[in-house]
């Protein structure tokens, strides 16, 4: 069984994603992420225990190396859908309310920002890491976090920023939800965004990369 989910880690780790793909060269023509992760599951490993000791694993070795530098976007990226191939697999238990989660994230791109690489990249992370994700895209005003809020009051909300005129829409989003549902945690990140302004509009936490954002939610469990 370890030698399994070790297998399955060090796809998602590499970013391979199934015995077709060709990426990373030195695995091609090698099982991947998706066809490991049925192989466990037909040999009864449990659903928690693969996202766990493989797919949070490999996501957080991922993390790690992103935030020291030694890789870079697109091998998060090829991770990430690493791991979502090993997800098609296991995403029904968590639906089906057989596997729990670790709680609900509710990420978007504030009012007026249109990017969402970066966003798209922490949600996965999360994801990675045990979180049930709503993403509500880009542009996001602030009606539509409480509306998704209402619908999950015990979610987490995580705001992203990438200009410096829109991070100030982060101020009113985070007034308006706060003033709203005591005790939500907010969460806040993007290129122009710091501790100090994170500070200043009364959001909980700011983390510059997807693997502080993991790291805070952790705390939160
Ligand atoms: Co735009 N853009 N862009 N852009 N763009 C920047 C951000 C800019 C710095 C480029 C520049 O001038 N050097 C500049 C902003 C300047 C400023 O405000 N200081 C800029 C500008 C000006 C604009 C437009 C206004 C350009 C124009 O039209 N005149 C326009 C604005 C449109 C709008 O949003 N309303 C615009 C448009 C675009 C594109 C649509 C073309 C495209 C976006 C495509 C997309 O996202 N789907 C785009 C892009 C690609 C960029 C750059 C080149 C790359 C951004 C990116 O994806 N980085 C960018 C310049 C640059 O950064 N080199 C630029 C990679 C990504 C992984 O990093 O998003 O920082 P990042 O995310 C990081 C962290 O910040 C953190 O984790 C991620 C991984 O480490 N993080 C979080 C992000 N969100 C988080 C949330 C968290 C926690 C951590 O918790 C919730």
């Known amino acids: ?4 989910l070790e297998k399955i880690a060090a796809c998602v780790e590499s970013g ?8 990373p060269p030195s695995m091609k023509g090698q099982e991947g992420a998706f066809e490991l992760t049925k192989h466990a599951l037909d040999e009864g490993i449990a659903p928690a225990i693969i996202m766990d000791n493989a797919l949070i694993t490999a996501m957080s070795r991922v993390g790690q190396k992103f935030s020291r530098n030694e890789i870079f976007v697109p091998q998060m990226l090829m991770a990430a859908k690493a791991m979502n191939s090993s997800m098609i697999h296991i995403k029904p238990f968590y ?5 729990k989660r670790k709680g609900t994230f509710i990420i978007g791109t504030v009012k007026g920002d249109l990017h969402d690489i970066g ?17 509500l895209g880009v542009d996001v005003s602030s009606e539509r976090y409480i509306e998704a809020v ?12 990438l200009l410096t005129t829109t991070m100030e829409n982060m101020r009113k989003c985070v007034s308006d939800l706060k003033g709203r ?7 806040v990140g993007g290129a122009p965004v710091t501790a100090d302004f994170c500070k200043s509009i009364g959001a909980d936490f700011y983390s510059p990369d997807p693997q502080g954002a ?4 952790r705390t939160l469990v």
């Not at 639906?95 to 596997?99: A, D």
């Not at 993991?214 to 939610?217: F, M, P």
């Open 181 to 187: 549902f005591t005790g939500l945690k907010i969460l």
């Open 119 to 135: 966003k798209n990249l922490v949600a996965m992370m999360i994801e990675g890491a045990g979180w049930e994700i709503i993403d």
């Open 214 to 217: 993991v790291e805070y939610l």
């Open 1 to 4: 069984m370890i030698d399994l």
């Open 150 to 161: 209402e619908q999950k009051p015990e979610a987490v909300v995580g705001l992203s920023a």
């Open 95 to 99: 639906i089906s309310g057989e596997t």
């Open 16 to 23: 391979k994603v199934d015995v077709n793909s060709p990426y």
